[in-house]
Each structure stands twice: as C-alpha cells, then as structure tokens.
C-alpha cells in the first residue's frame, strides 16, 4: 500500500469501502481489440470507449461514477499523470488523466497500461543506490485513485505485453484481463484474491503450453505475470 508522503492518501486508503460491483466504465487503444471480450456480462453492459476517438476531454461524470474501471491503453514510465490511446495513422492521443480520477471513488481499477502501477519515478533498470523517489499523487493516476478512496488498483510496474491480436491464445495478456473479472465477479471474491487466482491460471496454462509457444512469447507471458501487483487493500 503506497503512501506517497501524504497522510490524506494513506487514510483514504486504509479506509476504502469493500467493493460492490456495480456498472462498468473503460477505455481500449483502437489497436487492442482483445480487451472487448475480457468483461464478463455479469459485470455491468457499457461497452469500451475506443481510443482513437475518444479523448480524455470526452470523459463525463456518468462515466466514473461506475465501479469497476478498465484502461487497455498506453503508459509511460517517465509521466505517470495521463494514458493514452493510438491513432491508427499515427500518434498518440490522450485518453485519460490524473485529472479525470473522481474526487470520491467506491471501486476498483484494472489497467493494462505500462508502468501503469509504477509509484516512483523512474524505472528499476535506471535505478542507482538511492531509493526512487515517489510520485506525488498529482503525478500519477493510481496515486490519484488510491487517495479517491478505490478499494484497489490493479496494474504494470514495467512494460506491459499484449500485441494487437485478438485472439484469446495469442494474445500475450488477453488470459491474464478475462480471468481478473471472471474471478471477480465470483460471489465474496476481493479483487486481491481475483488478481492471484487469475495469476495463478495465466502461469499454468503457460507452463502447460510448453514448447508449442515461442520462448519470447513465453517471456512475455512471465512477465506480465511478475509485474501485475494490487495497490490498496484489495479486499
């Protein structure tokens, strides 16, 4: 659990209300399409906002006040403070900002964005003796849902690997998002205990692949399986 030096964040966080599903609010790159079929029907019915169109100036109040956030979208280790999205033809559009993050906020966050869980600033690669400095909370969009009171925030210390296809058994992380909110939406159970449980299947159903995936696909896999950690209490 990240304080970030700042009491208000800690309490919040402490404190968080245990998670009630309820409506769905996300954001996908254009180019990630697998993230459309991750949500299970029982979690809420709005579909996924599609970044290239959308921007984070398109973001409306009815959108946040859902409990369960998704962002399939791009991060940066260097600015933790917006995601975004892919024109197809080029660039990078803004999706989401710190400054989008609701002031109160009963719910989780599922993102698979890189470094989108990232605290400090810089990455370990580029780490000296020194501790990492922390992200302030205006730096960053988990920081900023942790002190809006969201029970958790699931996401990527590192780069995050999908790739663009669709399809459930090539897609690097694809396993990894459905079976977060499959689990999820099981009765009792916290999102702490979902991310394991997905983990948990995500990690088998590699080593039971075997040879039949490519050794870079299968490192891929083990590291979206090492980065993904839950900030908050998770319960």
């Given at each position: 659990?990240?304080d ?6 800690f309490r919040?966080a402490?404190?968080a209300?245990p998670?009630r599903?309820?409506e ?5 790159n ?7 079929n991750v949500?299970?029907g029982s979690?809420g019915?709005r579909t996924?906002?599609v970044?290239e169109?959308?921007l984070?100036?398109?973001v ?6 859902a409990?369960c956030h998704y962002?399939m979208l791009h991060?940066k280790d260097?600015?933790?403070?917006e995601?975004s999205g892919?024109?197809?033809s080029?660039?990078?559009p803004?999706?989401f900002?710190?400054?989008n993050v ?7 966050v599922?993102s698979g964005c890189?470094?989108g869980?990232?605290i400090v ?10 501790i990492?400095a ?5 730096g960053?969009?988990?920081l900023?849902?942790?002190?809006a009171g ?5 996401g990527?210390t ?10 459930l058994?090539t ?7 459905r079976d977060?909110?499959?689990?999820l ?17 995500y990690?088998?159903?590699t080593?039971e692949q075997?040879a039949?995936?490519?050794?870079l696909d299968?490192a891929?896999?083990l590291k979206?399986?090492?980065q ?8």
């Amino acid at each position: 659990m990240p304080d970030a030096h700042d009491a208000q964040l800690f309490r919040s966080a402490i404190s968080a209300a245990p998670l009630r599903l309820g409506e769905r609010f996300g954001i996908r790159n254009v180019v990630r399409s697998f993230a459309e079929n991750v949500w299970p029907g029982s979690i809420g019915q709005r579909t996924l906002k599609v970044s290239e169109k959308f921007l984070s100036t398109d973001v409306v109040a009815s959108d946040l006040e859902a409990a369960c956030h998704y962002f399939m979208l791009h991060g940066k280790d260097s600015d933790g403070r917006e995601f975004s999205g892919e024109f197809e033809s080029g660039g990078y559009p803004v999706a989401f900002t710190a400054t989008n993050v609701p002031a109160k906020f009963n719910g989780i966050v599922f993102s698979g964005c890189c470094w989108g869980a990232l605290i400090v600033d810089g990455k370990a690669s580029q780490a000296s003796s020194s501790i990492p400095a922390p992200r302030s909370i205006e730096g960053s969009i988990a920081l900023s849902y942790l002190k809006a009171g969201a029970v958790a925030f699931i996401g990527c210390t590192g780069s995050h690997y999908s790739g663009p296809d669709p399809e459930l058994d090539t897609n690097y992380a694809a396993r990894l998002h459905r079976d977060f909110w499959f689990y999820l939406a099981q009765p009792a159970t916290a999102p702490a205990a979902a991310l394991h449980r997905a983990k948990q299947t995500y990690l088998r159903w590699t080593v039971e692949q075997g040879a039949r995936l490519d050794p870079l696909d299968t490192a891929r896999r083990l590291k979206n399986f090492s980065q993904f950690t839950c900030l908050g209490l998770g319960w």
